[in-house]
């Protein structure tokens, strides 16, 4: 059971650098969701999908933008990577149409912008 | 709007000793309630939830906790803590926003667990 993966574990990025959080689930699940958890400040929902096609802001978009090509996968992109960017980032997936159903997370990504 | 109120940053127990972890939450209607577990370096995993009928729900790891409509509240509880126990824990309250499911966290309550 690989549940939801995310590549990769670890990365350093200078600042202006960009690149892609990737995540993938093979549960099948239709609603995918980002993350930042910063310390101190629980979880902040960066983006989220409800389907392959439609993506929707959470609450802290700014400095990010995604894709959801496939009901797999829900790459995360950074342009412009700032200071303020470096946290640990957690990719999460659910069976969305039911507000009783769990979210299954990675294990998460942590990135340092320096 | 939904939101979850964790009132503990950090809770502090000795090995063996029972542990309650507090959760409020305010929300309109009949709410969803999760309580999810985070490992030093892992993501979260869910230790239980609750969606309707009996108050008092039965989790992993020997964990329960007990919805309190009166209160808004579901607290968190185990009768005797071990030293694995250590981790933060974090209260989420689901329901639809706008035609989306969108779970809403509390920030967390980070255990501590003395031997």
């Known amino acids: 059971n690989a549940g939801v993966t995310q590549t990769p574990k670890f990365r350093i990025l200078k600042i202006g650098q960009s690149m892609t959080l990737q995540c993938t689930q093979d549960m099948n699940h239709n609603y995918m969701y980002w993350y930042r958890q910063d310390p101190g400040m629980g979880l902040k929902l960066i983006y989220y999908?409800?389907?392959?096609?439609?993506?929707d802001k959470g609450e802290v978009p700014n400095g990010y933008n995604v894709s959801r090509s496939t009901t797999e996968d829900f790459p995360l992109r950074l342009e412009l990577a700032a200071p303020s960017q470096t946290s640990v980032y957690f990719c999460a997936s659910s069976y969305g149409e039911y507000s009783n159903q769990p979210q299954h997370f990675g294990d998460g990504t942590r990135l340092s912008i320096l | 709007a939904q939101s979850v109120t964790q009132p503990d940053i950090h809770i502090t127990v000795s090995e063996g000793a029972s542990l309650e972890l507090r959760c409020n939450y305010s929300?309109?209607?009949?709410?969803?309630l999760f309580w999810y577990v985070q490992s030093p370096g892992q993501g979260l995993q869910l230790l239980l939830k609750?969606?309707?009928?009996?108050?008092l729900v039965q989790g992993i790891k020997g964990f329960e906790a007990e919805f309190k409509r009166s209160q808004s509240s579901f607290n968190l509880r185990k009768p005797s803590v071990h030293w694995s126990d250590a981790a933060e824990y974090f209260c989420a309250v689901g329901a639809m926003t706008g035609g989306s499911y969108i779970p809403t966290f509390g920030r967390g309550t980070s255990l501590i667990v003395h031997p």
């Open positions: 609750y969606f309707s009928g009996d108050t």
């Open positions: 929300y309109g209607a009949t709410p969803y």
């Open positions: 999908s409800v389907g392959a096609g439609i993506t």
